[in-house]
């Protein structure tokens, strides 16, 4: 299986990404995509990827990041241009923490957006979208990128915010929340998304699925455990819907085979 998000640069993982990754493998998780939060973590997630082979990285900066300006935007085009940077992001906006900054996230997404759509780069975007789902898809409309470019991370609303995604043309990826029994909404929503525009993900070191949900940090190794959850909730069968996962985030990331 293929774990499309998770942070390995991130200081739980310090001495400790080549056994996380030997472990992954174990599990059966072959393939990994190590997602940035800044500009500067975009430069660490693609050090990090060349020295693993099946370790993937992107570049860009994240909500909850944008008042740590000023950006450099032309370094984060340089960044997604190396072969190991296979996306944008994960960028957008988060309306559940951080009021104070609200208007940076704001500034900092369409500078970012700008960039992205000028530098004519066709990579596909990684959005994260907290509590924002009315606001962000007309702001991702207007730029004009299709909306099949985009995939939706740690997917943790509803039916009606489901809807609107799938009418934008995006991509839909889960994480250990739709594992969570108090998870609901989010499960209605899973059963919804057709079955080429599925995805998942750990978003390790956050969110562990059940049945490990108080082991920390998360890690890619308990990405089978979401797709195993997915399958229940969608009536499809384990197997088959795990190489339908696969083929989905090997199309979208554009992975190497
Ligand atoms: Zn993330």
């Known amino acids: 299986m293929i774990d499309t998000h998770c942070h390995l640069t991130f200081p739980d993982y310090e001495g400790r990404v080549d056994e996380e990754l ?5 599990a059966g998780v072959h393939t990994v995509i190590t997602v940035a939060t800044g500009v500067p973590n975009g430069l660490q997630t693609v050090a990090l990827a060349q020295q693993h082979d099946r370790l993937f990285a992107t570049t ?3 909500p909850l990041h944008a008042h740590e300006g000023p950006h450099d935007w032309a370094l984060m085009i340089e960044t997604a241009k190396h072969p190991k940077c296979v996306a944008f992001g994960e960028l957008g906006l988060d309306n559940h923490y951080d009021a104070e900054h609200r208007p940076v996230q704001h500034a900092v997404l369409d500078q970012q957006l700008e960039a992205i759509a000028g530098s004519g780069m ?7 979208c907290r509590e924002a789902f009315d606001e962000l898809i007309p702001i991702l409309q207007k730029t004009g990128i299709p909306g099949s470019r985009f995939v939706f ?22 994480t250990g929340v739709v594992t969570y029994k108090n998870a609901k909404d989010v499960q209605e929503a899973a059963a ?3 079955e080429g525009r599925i995805m998942v993900e750990t ?3 956050f969110l562990t699925p059940k049945p490990h949900r108080g082991v920390r940090p998360n890690a890619p190794r308990f990405v089978p455990y979401i797709a195993r959850s997915l399958a229940q909730l969608r009536g ?3 197997t088959p ?17």
């Open 203 to 205: 978003d390790a070191p």
């Open 60 to 62: 860009g900066v994240h």
């Open 122 to 128: 066709d990579l596909p975007i990684v959005v994260h």
């Open 241 to 257: 819907f795990e190489r339908t996962l696969d083929a989905n985030a090997t199309r979208f990331f554009r992975l190497p085979a």
């Open 153 to 174: 991370h740690c997917f943790t609303a509803g039916p009606r915010e489901m809807e609107m995604l799938l009418a934008f043309g995006a991509w839909a990826s889960f």
């Open 236 to 238: 499809v069968d384990q």
């Open 22 to 26: 030997r472990l992954a493998r174990e």
């Open 192 to 194: 919804m998304v057709p």
